[in-house]
């Protein structure tokens, strides 16, 4: 039943679809035969389409139906060239006809590769800053967005605005939904996924949570240092809030702590968007297994943390492993030259 009333309330939201929906979960034996695995399967987020996918095309649904609600007319971005949210953001703007602007720092790759070659062929504007700190790129795009503002426009400021955090967990708890309607249908009865940590992260442990899913575990590796998970009460929260304003059957408020979570930084290496030699291993197992290709910054990464989770038992024998392959192809080819030298 509590299944039944989540879908119902997600199903109110305004969402603009335009995602390929349900994707994939792709079995892995030979992958799952070299890792002594009962069975893997990988959820092929990399495939949802548009602008050659990933789970941010999910979280963009939901972004773009209170976009066009709330009749926004511009939006201010501000990520780094690397970036699939950037890629992503773009190419969601474009076919929904609404112009944007991209704030990008310089610290990571900006040659014309992957995703940045596909930001310029898109035609996006794109304004470069010269700070490497986050949190003053941040600034920027806001004040960016304060100025056309005082110009007319409306503005929707990604970095500012607080549906940015809450569609991400609520088009995650969507896909919590998605994958219990696969695993019903595989059989599958004992689960332990693998991700890279996130807003996506937390809809899925979330869903766990409210759903009482005491079969699944969650192990989230973190790509990256995120000061935002400090706040991940207020965020799931802030999403729960949110669903329930939409329906007279509310659901329990019954938010994340740090204890609910697996989330595991270990395999963060030296920085963001820098690889491991474990990374770079997990890439290239994955791509002669199975014929998948992961990308560097994220779910290279997160399958470095399965492969050894596996390695050192951390594996239950008789669960199921499912790892959520998020996107980011286009990296592959900006990080060619890190993929291809013996580490």
Known sequence: MLTKELNKQISIINRIKFANLPTPLHECPTLSKALNIKKLFVKREDLTGL??????????????????????????????????????WAAAANINNIKLVNLMSKELKTEMQGNHLLNHLMNIKIIYSDTTNEQILHQEAIAYGNKLKKQGYKPYITVAEEYNEIAAVISYLNTALELNNQFQKLGLKKIHIFQASGSSYLGLALAKKILNFTHWKITGIGPRLQPRMRNIREITNKALNYLNKKSNNKLKLDYLDYKDLNWDLSFYGQGYGIQ???SINAIKLVAEKEAIFLDPIYTGKAMSGLIEYANSNKIDRDSSV????????????????ELLSDL
Do not use: C, Q
């Open 51 to 88: 602008a050659f996918g990933g789970n941010k095309v999910r979280h963009l649904e939901f972004r773009f139906g209170y976009i066009k609600k709330h009749n926004f007319d511009i939006i201010v971005n501000a990520n780094m060239g690397v970036s699939n949210n950037a890629r992503l």
């Open 322 to 337: 499912i790892f959520i392959h998020s996107g980011g192809t286009p990296n592959l080819f900006t990080y060619s030259n």
């Open 276 to 278: 491991t030699e474990k």
